[in-house]
């Protein structure tokens, strides 16, 4: 768990009440005088000292001082800080009521171009076939299964829309069946919050077996044998610490502590390797990990430590041919390599040897495995690729048409199969379904994602180009537009970015972007430092020490994109969400002018104060990422110089809208309702700055499939009235 989910994310309104906690103010002097006036969040100033360094808060008081109660209920906000959130809420609604045309439009375009009765593409194990499906008009799909390879009737396993039916949030974090095919598991969150409830059905009868564990991540396994289930308790602090195991069929009570994570700063996995033989205990965090393997055969053993956690040492293992095939950065190995050591005997590092030698610019992304079969996911020259290794160590590589796609695996249960499924797609290609022949080295297409309302790719074109950064770095963009789009700068254009955790902003496909397209607008992808677009040192390159990095690339994305004539100052909408909102703070403060309108989902921008906070779920795991201000000085001071709250000036800022979610444990609310109650008081430009919190959901907003498009019509809307277009009734 971290900060790194990457988000694509009325009427008119009456006079505004003025609520507990926001001062009643008249308009002031730069705004329009038909503008709704917007709250005015009190100042409550806290005086924070810390290493011999002083900062002031205005707002920390939108603190809930009870927010992990809060996460759990709702209901139990402070009643002036709900009176705040809600009178935000009204604003935003207020001010971009001339959008709500635009907005309905915008939704009805992107659910037109959904297959609403839709199906994943079965997946075989023994004598039955799994899928889910969609109904037409359901937010919420159904677990089935089919007899395999026949017409038999399908089964149901698991019907979330009715489960869902009622509940103001309700989300599947995962769902399996058991190895015997007698069970189903999966794990519901009804808040938003990520504290999940594990349950288990007894698919003979339909019913779910008593005792459910709760206060889990959704993260589970049942073991091969389908005798047990392991799962991993969530503490108060939302942080994973302990995994159970429990007889599959057992109860409270049942319950065996399998392993207890003693270092806060480490988050906590579970797995079972491809060939079915080991289940996986991981711990890590941004810098080290470290596994420990539990013997299928024997899942009441004691987990054993694969190799030790060293400071900077990352490593995966995978199980296939009696060895351990070990994705790791050892012996700096920046892009990561490949070693091997036997199943059988010591698995420490000193016994791993080298399989596949370390190559600059050759970022091996994952290793999956089959029983002839070793799968690899590297990245070159900012593009992805599959390599398959073959029992006799032959090695070859399924090639890709076009310049710029995303390409990735989807797993199977089978382990003995000549078949690798993977997904491909690419900014004008929707995604496809291939299944792979790694024998014969041939591919079936199996499914290509359905527009039902029409897409041609010829209409559209893609484009990679690269900015140069201050430093020199070569910054890649991609770029998607409709074709005869005037490249002299008329166009309005949306620059996407994250840049955090290593996490790349692949080439990939969305029916969402092409509601701008098809409005004229260039979308571009900024793949900045802090991602792994260029490998891992491009990570490592926008990180703690050169984070800014991050910031200044993306302002060198949008200055080589004014420098070419794709775009102009002030006709700009940057757009990141989550770890990528702390860029959209960064910018917004470094180069205000660049932005007709800045869109800030669910945005980390508050980093001082939630990195010196421990009480916090991610702050102990993320110091790695960011630095430790509570006892490093160094660290204090480069966070203090570009967290976005603390930078704050009196400067005319662009139109800014933030959302977040009430339950968010991941980036919690009041960072973006701080954040934009400090820009909204030292802005001195007349464009408004929006708040919109989501009060029944997290950090990934609604759960339902066409709620969340209504959220993402509200950011388009949002950043078509930014630019000033007709459509939405003219500018703010």
């Known amino acids: 768990m971290n900060r790194r989910t990457v988000l694509q994310a009325g009427a008119a309104w009456p006079a505004l009440m003025l609520a507990p906690g926001c001062a009643s103010t008249q308009e002031t002097p730069h705004a329009m005088t038909d503008r709704p006036t917007p709250p005015v969040a009190r100042r409550d100033p806290r005086r924070i000292e810390q290493l011999g360094r002083v900062r002031v808060d205005d707002y920390a008081w939108l603190k809930d001082e009870r927010w992990q109660q809060v996460m759990r209920d709702p209901s139990l906000l402070q009643a002036d800080i709900r009176a705040h959130l809600e009178a935000e809420n009204a604003y935003t609604k207020a001010v971009l009521a001339p959008t709500e045309t635009l907005q309905e439009t915008i939704f009805q375009e992107m659910r037109g171009r959904i297959k609403e009765d839709d199906s994943t593409v079965p997946a075989p194990d ?55 095919h007698a069970l189903f598991a999966y794990s519901a969150d009804e808040q938003g919050s990520e504290y999940f409830t594990l349950y288990v059905k007894d698919l003979a009868t339909g019913q779910d077996l008593p005792d459910p564990p709760q206060a889990a991540t959704g993260d589970f396994v049942m073991s091969p044998d389908s005798r047990h289930l392991f799962w991993i308790y969530r503490d108060e602090n939302g942080r994973p610490r302990k995994i159970f195991r429990r007889p599959v069929r057992g109860g409270a009570g049942s319950d065996v502590l399998v392993y207890e994570e003693a270092d806060e700063g480490m988050f906590l996995a579970l797995g079972v390797t491809e060939s079915r033989q080991f289940i996986l205990i ?40 009696n060895q351990w095939w070990i994705r790791t950065n050892a012996d700096d190995a920046v892009d990561f390599k490949v070693m091997t050591c036997a199943a059988s005997g010591p698995t420490a590092r000193s016994a791993w040897r080298d399989a596949l030698p370390h190559e600059p610019g050759r970022f091996v992304i994952g290793l999956a495995a089959a029983k002839d079969w070793l799968m690899r996911l590297e990245r070159v020259n900012a593009l992805p690729r599959i390599v398959v290794r073959g029992p006799d160590g032959q090695e070859h590589i399924i090639a890709q048409d076009e310049q710029a796609y995303d390409l990735e695996f989807a797993a199977g249960y089978e382990f003995d199969t000549d078949t690798m499924r993977f997904v491909y797609n690419s900014p004008t290609t929707p995604r496809q379904w291939f299944d792979y022949d790694m024998r014969q080295r041939a591919r079936v297409l199996r499914k290509t994602q359905e527009i039902p309302s029409g897409h041609d790719p010829s209409a559209y074109e893609t484009r990679r180009m690269f900015a140069r950064a201050s430093d020199g770095a070569e910054v890649p963009m991609t770029l998607l537009m409709k074709k005869g789009t005037p490249q002299d700068g008329s166009a309005p254009l949306l620059l996407y970015g994250y840049g955090s955790y290593g996490i ?37 390159d926008g990180r703690r020490e050169t984070k800014t990095n991050t910031f200044t690339d993306f302002i060198a994305c949008a200055d080589a994109l004014i420098a070419q004539n794709y775009a102009r100052s002030g006709n700009i909408v940057a757009y990141g969400g989550s770890a990528g909102g702390m860029l959209m703070g960064a910018i917004a403060n470094m180069r205000p002018e660049l932005w007709a309108g800045i869109i800030a989902a669910v945005p980390f921008v508050d980093v001082l104060n939630t990195m010196s906070d421990t009480s916090l779920p991610l702050t102990p795991p993320e110091w790695p990422e960011w630095g430790n201000p509570i006892e490093d000085a160094d660290a204090y001071d480069r966070i203090a110089s570009y967290s976005p709250y603390d930078n704050i000036a009196a400067k005319p800022y662009p139109a800014i809208l933030a959302t977040g979610g009430l339950s968010d444990p991941r980036v919690t609310y009041w960072e973006p309702a701080k954040w934009v109650a400090r820009l ?19 950090h990934a907003g609604s759960a339902g499939r066409f709620d969340f498009l209504k959220e993402i019509a509200l950011d388009y809307a949002f950043a078509v009235k930014a630019v000033g277009a007709a459509e939405a009734g003219g500018p703010f």
């Open 282 to 321: 991981y711990a890590g965090n941004q810098e080290q990990s470290e596994y420990r393997i539990i013997p299928a055969a024997t899942p009441e053993a004691a987990p054993v430590l694969f190799s030790a956690r060293e400071p900077s040492l990352r490593y995966d293992i995978t199980h296939w041919r």
């Open 680 to 698: 909204r008081a030292n802005t001195t430009g007349a464009d408004p700055i929006l708040l919109k919190i989501n009060m029944e959901a997290g």
């Open 504 to 540: 790349a902003m692949d080439a990939d496909f969305s029916i969402r972007r092409l509601s701008l397209v098809d409005r004229g607008w260039i979308w571009a992808i900024a793949h900045v430092r802090g991602g792994s677009e260029k490998g891992w040192g491009w990570f490592l």
């Open 126 to 180: 023994g004598p039955w076939e799994y899928y889910s499906r969609f109904e037409t008009g359901a937010q919420h799909p159904r677990y089935v299964r089919k007899p395999r390879g026949a017409d038999g009737p399908e089964q149901l396993l698991l019907d979330v829309e009715a489960q869902a039916q009622g509940k103001d949030f309700y989300d599947i974090g995962a769902a399996e069946h058991s190895s015997d």
